[in-house]
């Protein structure tokens, strides 16, 4: 494996459906939507956490600072009426296991695949959030100079990893995350 772009080989054009599918955005939906982010966020701290206790040095740093931004969203969804008890969507469950069985993954992998967690979410968040309204502070956090320099430390941190790992189970991870995203974003329909 050449690089991290080598990797979607794996499913040619899934991200591009994930781009492509007719989100209709109304305040309702959004607020559906963050409310079931929450469980999710949550799970993708605790993997953080699980990251950050098996990181070398050189990568502690830029995982506190990607730590952080995740303690932030949960803030935000706190402060924006998410209830930690409220029953998760069966999508959400599922893709929480997915994280919670990637756990399992030695750390060079759960690294990895930290990286195309936030990258395609982002990719997709970027295709179908324009405009004004409830959305625009997400969008300022995720777009801000800060978080965008801890995307490019975590893909260089990545690129570091990606060539001597087993390709066929990034590769099926890769596939199984943007399977989840569809499915997340596909909430929105």
Known sequence: ??????????????????KRLPIRWDRERFRFWLQQDYPFVEALYRYQVGLLREAPQPHRAPLVQALMATVEELDWLLAHGADPQA??????????????????????????LFYFLNRLFLEAWNAHVAGEGPWQELTEHWSAPEFQAVLFDLEVMALG??????????RAYLGRILEMEKKTWSLLL
């Open 87 to 112: 029953p998760a969507h069966p999508v959400r469950e599922e893709y929480v296991a997915l994280l919670g069985e990637m756990e399992g993954l030695a750390y060079p992998y759960r690294l990895v």
């Open 1 to 18: 494996m050449r690089s991290l772009e080598d990797l979607f080989a794996c499913c040619p054009g899934l991200l591009e459906e994930v």
């Open 161 to 170: 990893q990606v060539a001597r790992l087993d390709e066929g189970l990034l």
